[in-house]
T-cell receptor, first 111, second 115 residues
Framework: EDKVVQSPLSLVVHEGDTVTLNCSYE??????LLWYKQEKKAPTFLFML????IEKKSGRLSSILDKKELFSILNITATQTGDSAVYLC???????????FGKGTRLHILP | SAVISQKPSRDICQRGTSLTIQCQVD?????MFWYRQQPGQSLTLIAT?????????ESGFVIDKFPISRPNLTFSTLTVSNMSPEDSSIYLC????????????FGPGTRLTVL
């Protein structure tokens, strides 16, 4: 059965800290992995990763994929209170035209 | 990417009534998706809506409870029928990437509370 597992489920840190969020997956015919940030209601797209070892970066956020070990990490450096959100990892299932989501990591940044 | 609008953004409804949620996208897309996110949970796919065909429902979701329309390539509706408090959730529509990448883009969501 295809699955996506995120850890930790929740995380509380102080502003300025660096955090690493983890996502492991078991998916048949893997093609890509997605990261979303969810504040309030709607997930917003962060990264799509398809190749191992190539870091995607956007400001203080970066992510990398390891297709051999079947995981990805999302790093946030110099965290700010505005980074508080649920971060969702997801893997598309092209054969079904669906995406399966992990349970998310709820990140809370203390001022 | 795609720009998606959804309405209503929130509603409070009485048990036994129905609510129709609308989703509009700024480009033509073949596939649109409807998700539910119950409090503290991740996203659960309700159904996939392709224009010109019946929606495909996931296990645990049925057309009588969640009828879906997809009249054209930029619009879809989801109706939550005969609501009960257990239907209180965030409902999200999403669309496939118009440029064919694997990602989906989400609408702003509808927060539904059923009393």
């Amino acid at each position: 059965e295809d699955k996506v597992v995120q850890s930790p489920l929740s995380l509380v840190v102080h502003e300025g800290d660096t955090v690493t969020l983890n996502c492991s997956y078991e998916v048949t015919n893997f093609r890509s992995l997605l990261w979303y940030k969810q504040e309030k209601k709607a997930p917003t797209f962060l990264f799509m990763l398809t190749s191992s070892g190539i870091e995607k970066k956007s400001g203080r956020l970066s992510s990398i994929l390891d297709k051999k070990e079947l995981f990805s990490i999302l790093n946030i450096t110099a965290t700010q209170t505005g980074d508080s959100a649920v971060y969702l990892c997801a893997v598309p299932l092209p054969r079904d035209d669906k995406i399966i989501f992990g349970k998310g990591t709820r990140l809370h940044i203390l001022p | 990417s795609a720009v998606i609008s959804q309405k209503p953004s929130r509603d409070i409804c009485q048990r036994g009534t129905s609510l129709t949620i609308q989703c509009q996208v700024d480009s033509q897309v073949t596939m649109m998706f409807w998700y539910r996110q119950q409090p503290g949970q991740s996203l659960t796919l309700i159904a996939t809506a392709n224009q010109g065909s019946e929606a495909t429902y996931e296990s645990g979701f049925v057309i009588d409870k969640f009828p879906i329309s997809r009249p054209n390539l930029t619009f879809s509706t989801l109706t939550v029928s005969n609501m009960s408090p257990e239907d209180s959730s965030i409902y999200l529509c999403s669309v496939e990437d118009p440029e064919g990448e694997d990602t989906q883009y989400f609408g702003p969501g509808t927060r539904l509370t059923v009393l």
